[in-house]
């Protein structure tokens, strides 16, 4: 059998060969995109064409100085929430699985008091601290103070809906991170103890990377969200996108315009992020994918090569 | 502690719960000598190895290498336990290979390699590379450096690892079922590896279910169950003429 394999002529070219392939047809799937495509049509002429959206106001508006102000400020206290809320995420969920109980038990309470009062209260409170507490010490703790601030110069308001929002993202950051750190194989702990690396850097060089893996998609539904969570800044009378826009309103009594005008802005950051997601996650998928997917512009390339 | 043995492991006990892993383990092994731990899943063989670099705290009993005592400090006549840090100190100078290998799947294989010897020795980087591709030509995997591990065959992620326990050059090395994850026809290049260590004269311990391995390389074998240490000798006599009932049988079963 096995000695016959080596002489057997090339096979003759089957009769299939010399025949055309029809390629199967779909027409449900031909209607279905026509009526999709002539609702899409309908809804692109309805927004050009209705009055009413008020095209030119939007355009007047859209790249005025006190916007893009506004739209810095929106920047900045997402920014700012989202990198102290991940590094207070990150210690909440390391003494979350620390083995001693009154860190693992803070941490719980922590996360449990500020994922149960709305955020929109919780700003309130910052707002209202001075009423609280109006002046803050440092000194002994129960003993004497060294220094005393008034509570209202020392947390002006950006740095109160700062806070607010980076406490309040602490607590979702914390279940994040920990998740995290849950995903990652503990023969990878235990290969880098046998090792004898330090403990820091167990966490930074070993878990932490591998942990990001999943981290980082739930993360970026976190920054996504509390970058229009800034809109609830507004009652504490910061200038920032949706505050601003609505003292245009006020004013000028145009309010669609205005309101796209804040549409067109979210929309314009949560793509700059959604985009960065996606290099991010390539980042951190290094060496668990055999091979990583291609970026959007390598795919242009190789379709480009191929035309 | 007798400096006499590279690890002398004496009166372990070790429970999890109710569950009794070890009752009374003592083990001795000499310096450049290799010993095959054996017995039924189950025995506290795994543990064992566990114990003697630290992964796991004992009970009652103490295990010494190098003439160290693990995880304590002797002060006059108290103990001290040792804090994380000196007991991540103690294991540099322990090798372990694991069962699945562990190796750190988000970093290539040089940086598995040279990540201990940077991190926990405090060598230069370049010093640490140029050894590190020593021992990669050594496994004979000098052309995957850059590799990925997940990009390796079973086999050629368990050299990576031997190369990695290695980097640290370590007084013993301890293997814990470093086959058993593998496809058959990849077990044969792990075990060459072993054996080529075996006659460098390095110290070894190695839990294993490969007895035509123990019969060629151990120079002693321990045979456990129930976590007690039942019979150990030479491998002709543990293998060949086993005293006790539950080696006979443990012995044919495998064979």
Redesign the interface.
């Known amino acids: 059998m096995t000695s016959d394999l080596g002489t057997r002529p090339a096979p003759a070219a089957t009769p299939e060969e010399s025949l055309r392939i029809v390629p199967a047809r779909h027409p449900a799937t031909w209607v279905a995109a026509a009526v999709v495509a002539v609702l899409v049509a309908m809804a692109g002429h309805a927004l050009v064409t209705n009055k009413a959206f008020d095209w030119p106001t939007f355009s007047r508006f859209v790249f005025q100085k006190s916007i893009l102000e506004a739209v810095a400020l929106t920047l900045e206290l997402t920014l700012f929430g989202v990198v102290a809320g991940f590094l207070l995420g990150t210690i909440l969920a390391l003494m979350r699985i620390s083995r001693n109980p009154l860190l693992r038990a803070v941490s719980w309470t922590y996360t449990w008091i500020f994922r149960s009062v709305p955020l929109i209260l919780q700003l309130l409170f910052w707002y209202n601290l001075a009423i609280l507490y109006n002046e803050i010490s440092f000194g002994v703790p129960f003993g004497p103070s060294f220094v005393s601030v008034g509570t209202m110069s020392l947390i002006p308001p950006f740095l109160a809906a700062g806070l607010g929002l980076a406490l309040h993202q602490g607590a979702y950051a914390a279940e994040i991170v920990r998740a995290g750190f849950l995903s990652v194989?503990a023969?990878?702990r235990?290969?880098?103890?046998?090792?004898?690396?330090?403990?820091g850097?167990q966490f930074r060089?070993?878990v932490l990377?591998?942990a990001m893996r999943t981290i980082v998609p739930t993360a970026a539904n976190e920054i996504i969200g509390l970058l229009k969570a800034t809109s609830q800044v507004y009652v504490m009378a910061l200038p920032e996108l949706f505050y601003q826009v609505q003292v245009i309103y006020t004013r000028s009594g145009r309010v669609i315009p205005l309101l796209l005008v804040a549409t067109f802005w979210y929309l314009a950051l949560t793509t700059v992020l959604s985009v960065g997601q996606f290099y991010v996650e390539r980042y951190?998928a290094?060496?668990?994918?055999?091979t990583l997917p291609p970026t959007p512009l390598q795919r242009l390339r190789s379709v480009w090569r191929r035309a | 502690m007798s400096a006499d043995f590279m690890v002398d492991v004496r009166g372990v006990h070790k429970s999890f719960g109710a569950l009794t892993v070890l009752d009374g383990v003592d083990l001795q092994v000499r310096h450049g000598e290799v010993t095959v731990l054996l017995g039924p899943s189950g025995s506290g063989k795994s543990t064992l190895l566990r114990l003697i670099n630290h992964l796991e705290r004992a009970d009652r009993g103490f295990i010494s290498v190098g003439g160290e005592l693990m995880g304590y400090r002797r002060a006059g006549d108290r103990l001290h336990e040792l804090k994380e840090r000196e007991i991540l100190e103690q294991r540099t100078r322990i090798g372990f290979v694991f069962q699945s290998f562990n190796l750190f799947g988000h970093l290539t294989v040089l940086e598995n390699v040279v990540e201990a010897p940077i991190s926990a020795q405090r060598r230069p980087r370049a010093e640490a590379e140029v050894r590190a591709r020593e021992l990669l030509t050594r496994v004979g995997l000098e052309d995957k450096a850059s590799e990925y591990p997940r990009r390796l065959s079973g086999g050629q992620q368990q050299r990576v690892a031997i190369a990695r326990a290695l980097a640290l050059e370590p007084d013993v090395l301890l293997f814990d079922e470093p086959t058993s994850a593998l496809d058959p026809e990849l077990v044969g290049e792990v075990l060459a590896v072993l054996r080529d260590l075996a006659k460098s004269g390095t110290t070894m311990v190695v839990v294993t279910h490969e007895l035509g391995f123990a019969r060629e390389v151990a120079d002693t074998v321990v045979f456990l169950d129930a976590g007690r240490v039942v019979e150990q000798g030479s491998p002709e006599a543990v293998l060949d003429h086993p005293q006790h009932a539950r080696t006979r049988a443990f012995v044919e079963k495998v064979l």
Do not use: K, V
């Not at chain 1, 235990?190 to 403990?199: D, H, K, N």
């Open positions: 194989d023969g990878q235990e290969a880098a103890a046998a090792l004898g690396i330090p403990a850097r060089r070993i990377p591998q951190y290094r060496g668990a994918l055999r």
